[in-house]
């Protein structure tokens, strides 16, 4: 990551895309993830549990998927821009070890008023969309 990279509210247009960035699911990363956020819930993180519940493998919880569309927006925005709100969360499908799952953005409102940028975040594995959400951030401006 360039962090002297830094996106202002001038440069952004709407269907603008925000460049994707892929992370391998693994188990050993469901489990670390888990730790730190004290989820102990085994569906998580133990394979058997996970498909006694009817989910194929064990799975990415909310708190995964949070972070990693917020590490695409932090990248992309910079240190000088401000995350104001993730929202509309909605996940249709499971992201298990063994996938890659890409994670992408495109701009669809600039809100002159605040220097607010909403954005539409999707997290897909193999071409297919498992996760959506808005996102509203807030850019520096140049002037």
């Avoid at 990279?5 to 952004?12: G, R």
């Avoid at 085994?42 to 064990?58: F, Q, R, S, Y």
């Avoid at 063994?98 to 071409?127: C, F, K, P, Y």
Wanted: charged share 20%.
């Amino acid at each position: 990551m360039d962090w002297d990279h830094q996106i202002y509210f001038e440069d952004v247009h709407t269907d603008s895309i925000i460049k994707p960035i892929s992370i391998p699911i693994t188990l050993q990363r469901l489990v670390m993830e888990a730790g730190s956020n004290r989820d102990f819930s085994l569906m998580h993180h133990d394979n058997d549990v996970a498909k006694i519940t009817g989910a194929p493998d064990a799975f990415a919880n909310t708190f995964f998927i949070m972070g990693m569309f917020e590490r695409l927006v932090r990248e992309w925005m910079g240190l000088k821009g401000s995350l104001k709100k993730i929202k509309s969360l909605r996940m249709t499908n499971f992201n298990c070890p063994g996938s890659v799952v890409t994670i992408s953005g495109t701009i669809v409102e600039l809100l002159e008023e605040q220097s607010a940028v909403v954005i539409n975040l999707a997290m897909a594995n193999q071409d297919i969309t498992t996760v959506t959400a808005e996102v509203t951030v807030i850019l520096p401006r140049r002037i």
